[in-house]
């Protein structure tokens, strides 16, 4: 599973060479009107074409990245199967349920841990963040929290924001087993010798979390 992390994916300096010199983009007009034909103005659904900046901002309000601080990219289950079709799971509730799909019945492989990229097996999980590409470092004298809402200039980036909202959830999934009673059948089936995930080595709130940057490419 792929998360795209913060409250905004494009940097400051692309929202301001867009503005310089506005291209259009007819593709994104296009991916734009697939998932709502209504969301392009007049204007724009006369010149077939929305600039970068103008589709970037309204794919961050339709997806959770505006609100949560994060947003799910893609997932690819165990049984081979996959999806990307997550642009417009936007609330709490649509993630959650977009996170148990991809944690599929192995819900005690839950953990958390730029992108995050989420791998697990029947016994295992690991979380790593990965795609540097945008990040780059702050101006001097610029200081920021990873959690303030952004405006531009402010160079917020709702990281943490993000990362406390994934949290959250995955702590519900972890309660909802711990109800169901399914944590006490795992340990009690790893003391007996039976293989199982080990529960305190994939918990959200473990001191085991594994979280670390897999690429040196960052700035
Ligand atoms: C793409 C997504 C990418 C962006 C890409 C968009 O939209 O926002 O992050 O690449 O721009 O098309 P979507 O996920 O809705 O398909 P960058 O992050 O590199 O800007 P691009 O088409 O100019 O590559």
Redesign the pocket.
């Known amino acids: 599973m792929d998360i795209k992390m913060g409250v905004r994916?494009?940097l400051e300096d692309e929202l301001a060479k867009a503005r310089e010199k506005p291209k259009l983009r007819k593709?994104?007009y296009e991916?734009m009107i697939q998932i709502d034909p209504k969301a392009p103005t007049d204007a724009e659904h006369r010149a077939k074409a929305v600039t970068?900046p103008r589709y970037?901002v309204w794919?961050e309000t339709i997806s959770s990245t505006a609100t949560q601080g994060f947003r799910i990219e893609g997932v690819r289950r165990g049984d081979g199967t996959s999806s990307k079709d997550f642009?417009t799971t936007r609330t709490r509730e649509q993630v959650l349920a977009a996170l148990n799909s991809f944690l599929q019945g192995y819900s005690h492989a839950a953990l958390i841990g730029s992108s995050l990229l989420f791998v697990h097996n029947d016994t295992s999980a690991l979380v790593r963040m990965i795609d540097f590409?945008?990040t780059i470092p702050l101006p001097e004298n610029v200081h920021i929290t990873h959690r303030s809402p952004w405006s531009e200039g402010t160079h917020e980036d709702g990281y943490l924001l993000g990362l406390e909202n994934l949290i959250d959830l995955f702590s519900v999934i972890e309660k909802n087993l711990t109800m169901n009673g399914e944590i006490s059948k795992l340990v009690s089936s790893s003391s007996s010798g039976k293989p199982s995930g080990s529960v305190a080595a994939v918990s959200p709130t473990s001191n085991n979390l594994h979280v670390q940057p897999v690429s040196n490419t960052s700035s």
Request: avoid cysteine; hydrophobic fraction near 25%.
């Open positions: 994916t494009y593709d994104m991916k970068k970037m794919r642009k590409a945008k």
